[in-house]
């Protein structure tokens, strides 16, 4: 464990697994980088890529996990039904403007926006991966360059 904080490698490791967490994502895993003494261009790098990592995993399977996540544990039904229910209140936002719309969607690090929950909303729309894919990159790289730049900012400010 050591590894993930003492070398810059390891830090860069570090700083994807943050940036991989829903709701934490590349808002959460780019300031947490420049943290650990990353760069904030190389926090950018690792932030985008830990947040990309499970977009089309969620795009192509979650409809999937969700329909299995109701037979096998009925519990988890009601967890289900608030992230569809989620997922179809985002997409009424995104369904005008389509992959435009999921791209600002996705852009604006706000939270309940991000990369987990365009991709949730790509799969309720039935959008094709390989069209939606772009406008979440698209997106997940804005809104990691306004992270950098509020995080630069803001340690600059504090130094």
């Known amino acids: 464990m050591q590894w993930l904080t003492d070398t810059g490698l390891g830090r860069m490791v570090f700083t994807m697994l943050v940036s991989m967490v829903p709701v934490v ?13 990353l760069p904030p261009w190389a926090a950018l790098i690792a932030g985008i890529i830990g947040n990309m990592i499970p977009i089309p995993f969620i795009v192509v399977y979650i409809r999937r996990i969700f329909q299995w996540m109701r037979r096998r544990i009925p519990r988890l039904g009601q967890l289900v039904d608030r ?3 989620k997922a179809h209140l985002k997409g009424r936002k995104v369904t ?41 990159f698209a997106g997940v790289v804005t809104a990691g360059l306004i992270m950098t730049f509020l995080t630069h900012t803001v340690t600059t400010l504090v130094t």
């Not at 604006?108 to 939606?132: E, S």
């Open 96 to 136: 005008k403007y389509k992959y435009l719309g999921l791209f600002i969607f996705v852009a604006i690090p706000l939270p309940g926006t991000g990369g987990w929950t365009g991709a949730l909303v790509a799969a309720f729309l039935n959008m094709p991966l390989r069209k939606a894919l772009p406008s979440i």
């Open 25 to 37: 994502e590349l808002r959460g895993g780019v300031p947490f980088g420049v943290a650990l003494g």
């Open 83 to 85: 992230l569809e229910k």
